[in-house]
């Protein structure tokens, strides 16, 4: 298993209060899955993406990712295994603004441990642009393109390192629809080629695009079920058969 | 640990967030730059001062150095006779080879002789036997003719030099060069004039006729144990002290004196005028560096606030590129970076008004500095002290960009 989450707690501390934000998760997910974690507010999706994304510890409980231990890791170790295994996407992208395109795509080489000069460094980078059909957007900055391109380079920028994962939080919350399906579209085009995802949303529609969604309540896990069994499931005809109109009508754009 | 892209990107992350808030940062930087500018300006004058003031002393021969032979006190007669203690032609030489603060240095021995020209008699001269050297040490230039050569002096050659009363009391015609003397019953041909000194601020006037010989010359005319000293001059007024252990090393090892024996000669300079602009100088620049000290602390509060904002201003920023795997470490050395190139860009701008002021200075008749100049070190020290403000007070803001929470970052609004 690429990620093996045993039996997670997190508990905050509020003032006096203790806020138990999950309350004994177990959750396994292979390699080359695509799967959504979805739940309202207060139900600890975002607790456990941060959690998967070795954001932040858990309080009890074992998580493996990729055959280590993570849960026992200090911050440094942390860091490096955000940099080496996880790619983040954010809901409202953040892009540093004064950078072009390359420059943010190009973000998390920085900090990583041995990594190529120049033109290795810039060859990633572009191959990652180009992979998120943005090859003709490089030094443009972020304030020059639209939402959709914004989030195009974010993910370029998560996927540079092949991460293990593909972590994104509400990827498509600040976009219009027709945005939206373009980068699902996209996810599940890497998705294709190989790449885990785990996106976290409280959309049905969003999370008809993958193949499994984890339902989260109260910090438990309600229900883990292949898409079709769940009851976004419903769902997934029509978004099958929008993204056909939305090929179709590019095939004839072109 | 960091790789050498980070260092690169941190360095023209920090310039270019200087650049995107150009107002802001001059006006951060402005404690720095008074700071600076004033330090450089105040060692321009001083070095100025120093200038001046050295070149004075040295004009009323505050740069030179007497050795005299001397028993040490208490100690038995018998255990340090004259032979013992006077000074030689082996201690000259010695000192000549190996004091490098030395510019010049003569033997000088007295010997009263008879003198005899064509035309005057005079019955007892005071005859001084010098080196070459003597008229630079002395400051009294040869006017006419010429100095002893080298020759003169490995030769022992019978060649003299006179001063103006002599030529005046033995009746020598005014440029008395290849004039004949009779000195001491031996003949001597006369190859120069020497300048009468007029009158000397150490209240010795030379008004009576003087005649000078080849040091070793007058060293052949004595009996075995004659007395002689040794005058030198500094490379300038400062290095007394070190001329003074110099030559204390060399005459002790040539004397082959052991650890914890006295020495057996008496050194002297004339360094109290030194030592008093020395310390004055040394409370300008204390003054000075209160002062400096006080703006550099002030510039460092504002780069501090500065800092702090930028953090909170950054929270997402810092957020993102923990999210990418930015360890506390590399986020505390962006920032502690930023601080640092902030302090250097305010040190450059101060460095460069200071340089300012110091060809203002230099310029201004008044002021009687026009050797005012900003020295390498001290622009280097200007940067070093910029940097070290900048790590100080950079790093409180910088640690706390560093244990920010990730999480919290980037939900900070």
Known sequence: MLIALRDITKVYRVGVEEVHALRGVSLSIGSNEMVAIMGSSGSGKSTLMNVLGCLDRPTGGDYLLDGRTVSAMGAGELAAVRNEKIGFVFQSFELLPRQTALQNVELPLIYARGAGWGRSRRRRALEALERVGLANRVTHRPNQLS????????IARAILNRPAILLADEPTGNLDSATTAEILGLFRQLHREGQTIIIVTHEDEVAAHCQRIVRLRDGRILSDLPVREDSAGRLVDEVEARLAATAAAKAAAC | MLN??????????????????KTRSFLTTLGIIVGVASVTAVIAALIGLKTKVLTEFESFGANRVFVFPSRPNNAPRNLYPWERIRLTSTDVTAIAENCPSLRAITPVTEIGLSVESNRERLETVNAVGIWPDWHEVERRAVIAGRPFSKVDIDNARQVCLVNESAVAELGLPNDPTGEHLLLGGRRFLVVGMVETLQASIFGRSVQQSEIFIPFSLAEKLQERNFFMRITALTRSPELADEAKSEIRYTLRRTRGLEAGEPDTFQIEAIDQYITQFKALAAGITAIAG???????LVGGIGIMNIMLVSVSERTREIGLRKAVGATPAAILMQFLLEAVTLCLVGGFIGVAIGQLFAFALAKLPQAQLEQAEVPPWAVLMSF?????????????????ASRLDPIDALRHE
Not at chain 2, 391 to 397: D, I, K, L, T, Y
């Open chain 1, 147 to 154: 939402g959709g391109q914004r989030q195009r380079v974010a």
């Open chain 2, 4 to 21: 050498p892209i980070f260092w690169i990107q941190a360095i023209g992350l920090a310039l270019s967030q200087i650049w995107a808030n």
């Open chain 2, 290 to 296: 209160g002062i400096v000290g006080i703006s550099l």
């Open chain 2, 384 to 400: 070093a002290f910029c940097a070290v403000v900048g790590v100080v007070f950079g790093m409180f803001p910088a640690i706390k």
